[in-house]
């Protein structure tokens, strides 16, 4: 009935991704021992009990707010467990408070933890705050991510819109390097109706309609404002699409099929080393193996420019003593 | 991949409950094909870009602030579309505001899905505006229900607490009538660890714990104050639960398959005839068949209580307005 009777830590599960976070791994029937932790034990106990009133069959859920207690035993981790993005805040402004709350799930983890076989780090700046859990976790790279998939579901979205098809008829869609302003936004690869990208940005047309070089600019650009353009919307930054896809994350990490949204991962050598970055992966029994993004040389450009913005805010985690300088990593880190 | 490829109306999927509702139809594999409808704008706008960015595959997912064109051709209607209770508010205070949203909903029924097999109301008092919408939607009362379930799912909570069991090994709970601070908490039918409570009460233990006649008291005031508490600890009427149990409910019903909580379902004769109240369902190809609940004399007296508060209700919405007299149901709705 459920994919995994494993236990599954939810880190911020008295919040809005987490307590979504718990109904969909239920919901999905993708695991159904859960263990919410929130340090705000009133809304907690609500979101506990809410859950419990869902009534899902089998379900084994506990509640607490000491984090070892949640992690003790977990195969799994999803933390959305950070500061929310507010109206008006970029993803960075939230950095170092976030990053410290990185840095001890990180601790907990290698205390509490050490086995865990797949960590999803979700709270923003998702790329650094995920580095930061991977390098104070202990945990081998291939069994810690970030969600980076939203980007590229929103990428869809926008095409599918503009052009008048279902989502499902855009393939392809992805933006690599880091989840904020700076993201690569690929063309190479997409295809909407069965028209590649790039031939339609040359001319041709998919159902009947064509998108101009200026109109591509403005659906990058509504990618890249897409989560600011809900939180316009609604109130309050999105929360049901990043719990789905967390969700979605790591049950293709438990099946090892295939997960067809970019997914955060570190990379040790090549030409984007020592960050976590939004690039596309396979999963199999041993964790995530991550692949370099290819595309034509505009999006490596932008890939390259991402990458620099991602190690600048690396660097200043770094500089504010939250993350050891790059050639410490192995000192507290080994595996990595 | 879904269990159904008809079209789902959601009512009010700009709300908390709402657009759950939506995100659980889709990742229970429930039913891919939703139109969304909400008065506002830029909420609804926010949640249906919030669905879309979740990625779910075949999905078809519309959303319009006209709610004709949400139920055109839809077979499947599930409506939260009232306003929430607030702290301190009783579900009745909510009584005539919502009661006008019911008649209009279910005139629109009447006008635009004269042909829906199912159509689940939410919002409270939900025995009342259930009861309004089917009387104004002129469909069979075996096509129209209200969640009903959740006073029972915190019953069988409540009980897996006091034992200290998992909630799957207390059976049997159910509250009948109105879902409301008149509910009727049966105790016949529950086991605990395989114990009769009525067993209990009268001296047993399961799971090397007792129930005293007043512990059992508190058990079911914490039942009907469920709802209120969940306000207290997350600062919000609950919004998971309402909305899963009711996916659950259509599951059932597009499956035939067993539903194990009560429903809201209308009587035409016999004991408790002319409401819409809890009660034991089964669902078949034709829609649901309501049995008459059955208890010890304490149960049923309790249920009669109940189920006077409920006509209370109804005469009260009756003198407003919204609700011909009962005598006169049949002019309007002549499947009644």
Redesign the interface.
């Known amino acids: 009935m459920y994919l995994t009777t494993r236990k599954v830590a939810v880190m911020g599960a008295a919040g809005a991704i987490g307590?979504?976070v718990v109904?969909?791994l239920l919901?999905?029937g993708t695991a159904c021992r859960i263990a919410m932790y929130d340090p705000y034990a009133?809304?907690l106990?609500?979101?506990a009990?809410?859950?419990?009133?869902?009534?899902?069959?089998?379900?084994?859920i506990t509640w607490t707010t000491d984090p070892g207690e949640a992690l003790a035993g977990a195969s799994y981790v999803i933390s959305s467990g950070g500061a929310p993005r507010k109206e008006g805040m970029t993803r960075e402004d939230l950095l170092l408070g976030n990053c410290e709350i990185a840095r001890q799930l990180g601790l907990d983890i290698a205390r509490y933890a050490p086995e865990a076989e797949f960590v999803v780090v979700i709270f923003n700046p998702a790329d650094i705050t995920g580095l930061v859990t991977l390098v104070h976790s202990g945990l081998p790279a291939m069994n810690v991510t970030t969600l980076a998939?939203?980007d590229s579901?929103?990428l869809?979205?926008a095409l599918?819109a503009h052009f008048g098809v279902?989502?499902?008829a855009v393939t392809g869609c992805a933006t690599y390097g880091g989840h904020g302003e700076k993201m690569a936004v690929f063309k190479s690869g997409i295809n909407v109706a069965g028209v590649a990208l790039t031939d339609i940005l040359a001319g041709a047309s998919a159902n009947g309609r064509s998108l101009s070089a200026s109109e591509w600019e403005a659906v990058k650009d509504a990618v890249r404002g897409?989560g600011a353009?809900?939180i316009?919307?609604?109130?309050r930054s999105?929360?049901?699409?990043p719990a789905?896809?967390s969700?979605a994350m790591l049950r293709a990490r438990i099946e090892c099929s295939a997960y067809?949204?970019p997914c955060g991962a570190f990379f040790a050598d090549g030409p984007y080393a020592n960050v976590m970055m939004a690039a596309p992966v396979a999963f199999s029994a041993h964790g995530m193996v991550a692949n370099v993004p290819s595309g034509d040389e505009e999006d490596t450009a932008a890939l390259q420019d991402s990458y620099s913005h991602i190690c600048a805010l690396r660097d200043e985690v770094i500089r504010a003593g939250l993350l050891p300088p790059v050639g410490e990593w192995g000192a507290i880190n080994a595996r990595l």
């Open positions: 307590s979504n109904q969909d919901s999905t009133q809304g106990e609500g979101a009990q809410e859950i419990h009133h869902c009534a899902y069959p089998e379900a084994e998939a939203l579901t929103r869809r979205s599918a279902l989502p499902d897409g353009h809900i316009k919307l609604r109130g999105s929360f049901q699409s789905h896809q969700v067809p949204w």
